[in-house]
């Protein structure tokens, strides 16, 4: 498979691996996970204007077409990526985070004036 696809549960083994709470590190680790997938995005356009500039050609718009079609799901694929990497990150930090602030309730800024 050219793309593999990524799940919730490898994205929140790669951020348990940091042994971190730390969110800056957490970011880091994520965006070191994407740092491949981000690169292939730019890569699935190429089958789709290979395959666009194939079609042009009644001869060439049999394997043109396929190879666009190619390109759109490689695309799709990187996207649902980063999609699911995003949201186990969020869901990630926000589980690491208390429900109300120590002290109350009142964040410490608005008691400092």
Known sequence: MPVAKLDKQQVVGALKATQSNDPDVLFARKEELLAETRRLKLL??????????????????????PVMIF???????????????????????????????????????ARAY
């Open 44 to 65: 699935g356009i190429v089958p789709i204007v290979t395959g666009i500039i194939m079609t042009l050609t009644i001869i060439g718009a049999f394997v043109g077409i």
């Open 71 to 109: 390109g759109f799901w490689v695309r799709g694929r990187l996207k649902g990526n980063i999609k699911v990497a995003d949201e186990t990150y969020a869901d990630f930090v926000n589980a690491l985070r208390p429900a109300t602030p120590p002290g109350g309730g009142a964040s410490p800024v």
